[in-house]
């Protein structure tokens, strides 16, 4: 009869609706987290989480996107290439000061020793997506006011349109706050300080370059990062960091390492200049603590006063592997000048995380 059909269809429909929903809400209990921070929360977890796992993980990488100007207004529009490999230089002279008045025509870029027709030049202030990595081990105790302070300065001197976040870390690492430009929740993050632990500098590193991989809504990304010394605490190693920072797309990093009273400084400074060098950011070494607000001055300057260029590498990207990054600058006027941006990248799929060494 219609009426009994009609009633069975309707008693259908409501149990698959509800069989629906019972699955989506298992999945939403299912995602990881991040960590909170053991001030937070009445216990921790036992060993320290993978590396690579995210607060949000999605099924696909976000599209890129790459920012350039519509008009003289600092307005901007964002658009797609997938073919463009981009890069962010900063050019300093042989005094060590930053040139900011080149064109597009004083720039040659080899990848892997050959010559790549640049596709797109802007010299503008582009909004940047930054990760603040600060050390909140037990040694960070004394110096983490002044750290504090510098970290909000460099927010203070950047771009207005820039979206941070906050990874406190020891033995372990916290996102204490998620992409803001809120002011007073980064103050909140950063004073989240529990000094304690070991230095899991690696891991923490690592696990914030797959945040910006996987939720960066800018394309330019910052890793912002402070410690005072070796780690000891990773299940990562400083080669299998490189190499995750050095995939398509990744951050460059700006480091600070603290390491008057360091037991082994030589190691530990050697491995921030390396993470630095390799993603076309800088390594500094402050000789008091004092200096660290200045050095965030300077950080925020050479982000703000980069060059974006743009190529299509002559090698498809979809060959994979690892690619060799030069870039040289010259011109009139100028005399020596050099270029820094990152010193190559992975191409295609991006490096798994504790891969073989």
């Known amino acids: 009869m219609p009426g009994r059909d009609t009633t069975r269809l309707r008693n259908k429909a409501a ?24 001030s ?39 658009r797609k290439d997938v073919d463009e490999v981009l890069l962010h230089a900063s050019v300093v002279d042989d005094k060590q000061h930053i040139v900011t008045n080149l064109d597009r025509d004083a720039f040659t870029v080899y990848e892997d020793g050959k010559l790549q027709n640049i596709v797109s030049f802007h010299h503008v ?5 930054m990760g603040i990595v600060i050390d909140n081990s037990g040694s960070m105790r004394e110096k983490r006011n002044k750290v504090n302070q510098a970290a909000l300065n460099l927010v203070r001197s950047s771009n207005p349109g820039d979206e941070v976040f906050i990874v406190n870390f020891n033995d372990e690492y916290y996102l204490d706050q998620d992409f803001t430009n809120d002011l007073l929740k980064l103050k909140e993050a950063l004073e989240k300080i529990d000094p304690r632990g070991g230095t899991a500098l690696f891991d923490a590193v690592v696990a914030s370059a797959e945040h910006l991989r996987r939720d ?62 390799r993603t076309g950011g800088i390594a500094f070494f402050p000789k008091t603590l004092d200096e660290v607000d200045e050095i965030s001055r300077t950080v925020a300057r050479d982000i703000r006063n980069q060059y974006a260029i743009g190529y299509k590498p002559t090698n498809p990207r979809g060959n994979g592997g690892f690619r060799q990054i030069r870039v040289e600058a010259k011109a009139k006027g100028h005399g020596k000048m050099t270029v820094r941006t990152k010193s190559g990248y992975y191409a295609g799929a991006q490096p798994a995380a504790g891969g073989a060494k």
């Open 15 to 38: 149990s698959l609706f509800l069989f629906t929903l019972v699955i989506w809400a298992g999945a939403q209990l299912a995602l990881p987290a991040w960590p909170q921070a053991a």
């Open 216 to 277: 960066a809504r800018l394309e330019k990304k910052v890793l912002f990062l402070v410690t005072d010394g070796e780690d000891n605490a990773s299940t990562e190693n400083l080669e299998q960091a490189v190499k995750q920072l050095q995939g398509e797309n990744g951050p460059s990093v700006y480091a600070i390492g603290i390491l008057g009273n360091e037991e082994h400084p030589k190691r530990a400074r050697k491995a921030l200049e390396i993470i630095a060098q």
């Open 125 to 129: 202030d582009i909004p940047v997506s």
């Open 40 to 78: 937070q929360t009445e216990s921790k977890p036992a060993t320290p989480p993978a590396a690579a796992s995210l607060p949000q993980p999605q099924d696909q990488e976000k599209e890129k996107q790459q920012a350039k100007p519509t008009d003289g207004q600092g307005v901007f529009v964002f």
